[in-house]
């Protein structure tokens, strides 16, 4: 292998460690990381020696720049979008670039592409530099960044930066609920994606001298996205294998061809789509084989420091509360006051509206008014709920498939830390006491929901009680003071189901305000303080236990009913 | 500009558009229905007229006029290519991926997404294994471009059209409203949407999920091949145009908004004329780049659509 040859591959391997960082580590499907690679190429050809004549450094800064924004572009309207379409949008990308570089060839030289001068000096005068960038110069920068971007991703896998990334990519509406910031972490992904990309464009556009539109063909997308599954999810070798494996692709396509008088094109397509599909169909089975269990526990449980106020103070208040869904009402002025100390119970018959009311409180919807601890909070979404110690738990278990339940803690730990450079913090610092203390929030928040025996498990295989548990450490853990549950007893055996309440007398003893969403009126009579009875939007009755039940509208409306769902 | 010239540009990118809206309403149809970004739909487009190629001329055609009993063959086969090619990927590339309750497994979007697109390419890459040319000349079996004895038809101020461009945009949307129309109105119709509405009521009431994957397939891999039996024809086509085909179709699809069948013939219409005057005011090179962008900018903006 020549030096040009292990130089080019190289390049391609910045492209793909870029592509893993958005494919294989947040989960996003990306299929036009060829179209960032054409910017970088065309832009640093356009713009630098042999075409505008810019300075070679200050072209390729400029077209990596370019990638980046065109990247956050595509990024802040995929970022609201589901994965599919972003698939679609990048896809569409890749095709729209390369038909541009096809129809105006007076700019890009068409079909047959650029030609610049190679080796390309790299001259700055202010600093006496005059640098010719051989091939072996080329290897050794190149060969420095790949391994700088190797242990970028080595660093996100371990650490809680990586953890984010994986709630992402596990369960993205999970992750908005403990309060990581998706779209933002998405865009940041993205556009890093996008600016490696061009990187990758540009540097071997200077190595060769040369750029066509099949260098950065919508195949060489997909050959780039079968390189990074190769490895599966979140392995940094998963596309340095992958790499290693393209750049043996041509010479088997090629005698293939030459063997069988076929276009060599052609067959680089039938075997690249033949390895799309081994590698989809593989990625289960190997994936599994692979997956590890989760990192030791941290250190020994410190014992939960019962926090117990008399006073019982208001932790969250609502009033107002109107919402209505193409007319239908949901909530009519409804609201709640929600103490530190107390279960409360929300309860009435479906379609009331409970859920709604927890949407509402969770910051998922904006109406009325909201105060937390005395001071009314505005919430654009739900994650500024949490970091005002709002947390929700799903009305279904909602797992982070490949990681293990302390893990799945840990990202609600996350979750409430501020996010501004804390990727930046992590990759530049060594393991810190932040990092310890987040352990000791985890251990103490399975231990608070008597889950301590499950650190390190497959959540996978947990009973689903114990699952319907995992789900309120994780939002125990985000340091709520109001915990928001949607039935979390449903499908719990009796005795999970005491266990239950048990836990919520628990959380409550330390001085949390935990709203209870429940059908089960025996656990409402047994753990609850307080009830509130919504029906068609509004707020029936509200008061302790006992008074409740004797109302007279709630018998009727309510607990009249027979065939209340158990 | 005079009026004749406009009337050109109006009917030529409408004839285009009423294609487009044939694509669009596959894409739609399986978009509604299974919940699936169909992107090897085009392909299959392409693919099924090149089956129908093979089957009837052989790997070396010759866009000669075919006698009545092979018209009906070349129809035929290319429907049939239409719904086996999308039945196969169906099989194989998306049902495989797809959420399934009884057994456990979750969705699997990147499986579909990638599925798809490597069948796309796999169509493209065999296509081209036996057919190197650039491109090809396809002979048209409804013969449109005979309806007239010079094969043109006259506009005001002298200017003139190829018939085939009128009859394709007849047919064209006339084959479409009658589609919609069915899927709308029968009971094969109703059935496949009251599973898009709630899969797992339908299910309750005994309805298969994965047949109706593949019966929205089927269905959509007919209107494939009626799609590109009309568009093929009339031009050189290269075993390559499936993918650019399909993606206008999709631009197509959102522009009516996202579930509407009829939007995605509105959409095509619309698509075709935009891309019409889009060429004639700005060249040739727009030909594919304005749908493009389109797309790329829809998806970026408004991924749920222009409607809604």
């Known amino acids: 292998m020549s030096a040009v040859d292990l130089a080019q591959a190289l390049w391609l391997l910045v492209a793909a460690l870029g592509l893993a960082l958005s494919v294989s580590y947040a989960g996003l499907p990306v299929l036009g990381q060829g179209a960032f690679v054409a910017v970088g190429a065309y832009g640093t050809a356009l713009l630098g020696p042999g075409g505008e004549g810019w300075p070679l450094g200050i072209a390729c800064a400029a077209s990596v720049l370019a990638a980046g924004l065109l990247g956050h572009l595509v990024a802040v309207g995929a970022s609201r979008i589901e994965g599919a379409y972003l698939a679609l949008a990048t896809w569409a990308l890749a095709w729209l670039v390369q038909r541009i570089l096809l129809a105006y060839p007076d700019l890009t030289g068409g079909a047959d592409g650029l030609t610049r001068p190679s080796p390309a000096h790299l001259v700055s005068p202010a600093l006496g530099l005059d640098l010719v960038l051989t091939p072996t110069v080329h290897v050794v920068v190149v060969a420095l960044l790949c391994l700088a971007l190797v242990g970028v991703l080595v660093r996100l896998d371990r650490g809680p930066a990586g953890l984010d990334l994986a709630a992402l990519r596990e369960g993205p509406s999970l992750a908005a609920s403990l309060g990581i910031p998706v779209a933002s972490r998405r865009r940041t992904v993205f556009t890093a994606t996008a600016a490696l990309g061009a990187l990758s464009g540009a540097g071997s556009t200077v190595l060769l001298g040369l750029v066509a539109p099949s260098d950065v063909s919508p195949l060489v997308s997909l050959q780039l996205l079968v390189a990074v599954l190769l490895g599966g999810t979140a392995r940094w070798w998963g596309p340095v294998l992958g790499v290693a494996v393209l750049t043996a692709l041509p010479p088997i396509a090629d005698a293939l061809a030459t063997s069988g008088g076929l276009d060599v094109e052609r067959s680089r397509g039938v075997l690249t789509a033949a390895l799309l599909v081994a590698v989809l169909a593989l990625r289960g089975p190997v994936g599994r084989r692979l997956a590890h269990p989760g990192p030791p526990p941290g250190p020994p449980a410190t014992a939960a420091a019962p926090h117990h106020d008399p006073a019982r103070p208001v932790l969250l208040q609502a009033s107002g509360l109107d919402v209505s869904y193409d007319g239908v009402v949901a909530l009519a002025d409804a609201g709640i006051v929600l103490r530190g100390g107390e279960v409360h119970a929300l309860i009435g018959p479906n379609g009331s509206g409970k859920s709604t009311l927890l949407k509402a409180l969770a910051g998922d919807l904006s109406t009325g008014t909201v105060e937390i601890a005395g001071i009314v909070h505005h919430a654009r979404d739900v994650q500024d709920r949490v970091r005002v110690g709002v947390a929700r738990t799903p009305q279904h278990n909602v797992v982070m498939p490949r990681l293990a339940a302390d893990q799945q803690v840990a990202v609600g730990a996350r979750g409430g830390a501020r996010p501004s450079y804390a990727v930046v913090r992590h990759l530049l610092a060594t393991p810190s006491s932040r990092q310890t203390g987040q352990a000791a929030v985890v251990t103490r928040a399975l231990d608070e929901v008597g889950l301590l025996h499950v650190v390190g498990a497959d959540p996978q295989r947990l009973t689903s009680g114990d699952q319907r548990l995992l789900q309120v450490a994780r939002a125990v853990a985000t340091g709520a003071r109001v915990l928001l549950l949607d039935e979390p007893a449903a499908g719990m055996t009796a005795d999970e189901r005491s266990r239950l309440g048990g836990v919520l007398r628990t959380l409550a003893g330390n001085g949390r305000a935990v709203l209870l969403v429940e059908h089960d009126m025996r656990l409402v009579g047994e753990v609850a303080d307080r009830v509130t009875v919504l029906d068609v939007g509004r707020v029936l009755a509200t008061g302790p236990v006992d008074v409740v039940r004797a109302h007279p509208a709630v018998r009727r409306a309510y607990l009249g009913i027979p065939e209340v769902p158990a | ?308």
């Open chain 2, 1 to 308: 500009m005079d009026a004749g010239l406009v009337l050109q540009v109006v009917l030529a990118g409408l004839s285009a558009g009423a294609v487009l809206g044939l694509v669009a309403l596959g894409f739609t149809l399986i978009a509604g229905t299974v919940r699936v970004l169909h992107l090897a739909h085009g392909d299959v487009v392409v693919a099924s007229v090149f089956a129908g190629v093979l089957g009837v001329l052989g790997r070396t055609p010759v866009a000669s006029l075919l006698g009545p009993g092979r018209s009906v063959e070349f129809v035929l086969l290319v429907l049939a290519a239409g719904a086996v090619l999308a039945g196969l990927i169906a099989v194989v590339a998306v049902r495989p991926y797809l959420p399934d309750v009884r057994r456990g497994r979750p969705a699997d979007a990147l499986g579909w997404v990638a599925g798809g697109v490597a069948a796309g390419l796999l169509l493209r890459a065999v296509l081209g294994l036996l057919l190197p040319q650039e491109g090809y000349a396809v002979p048209d079996p409804l013969r449109l471009a005979s309806w007239t004895s010079d094969g043109l038809v006259h506009l005001p101020g002298g200017s003139t059209l190829p018939v085939r461009t009128v009859g394709v945009l007849v047919l064209g949307v006339l084959v479409g409203v009658l589609v919609e129309e069915f899927l709308v109105r029968s009971r094969f119709g109703r059935s496949l949407r009251a599973v898009a509405d709630d899969p797992d009521a339908a299910a309750l009431c005994g309805v298969n999920a994965g047949r109706v994957v593949l019966v929205a397939f089927l269905a959509a891999g007919l209107l494939a091949g009626l799609a590109g039996l009309l568009d093929a024809p009339g031009r050189a086509v290269s075993v390559d145009d499936g993918v650019v085909l399909g993606l206008e179709g999709i631009a197509a699809a959102l522009l009516g908004g996202p579930g509407s069948l009829r939007g995605a013939l509105a959409g095509g219409l619309a698509l075709g004329l935009l891309q019409a005057v889009a060429v004639y005011a700005g060249g040739a090179s727009l030909q594919d780049v304005a749908p493009l962008s389109l797309l790329v900018v829809l998806l970026a903006l408004r991924p749920q659509g222009l409607r809604r």
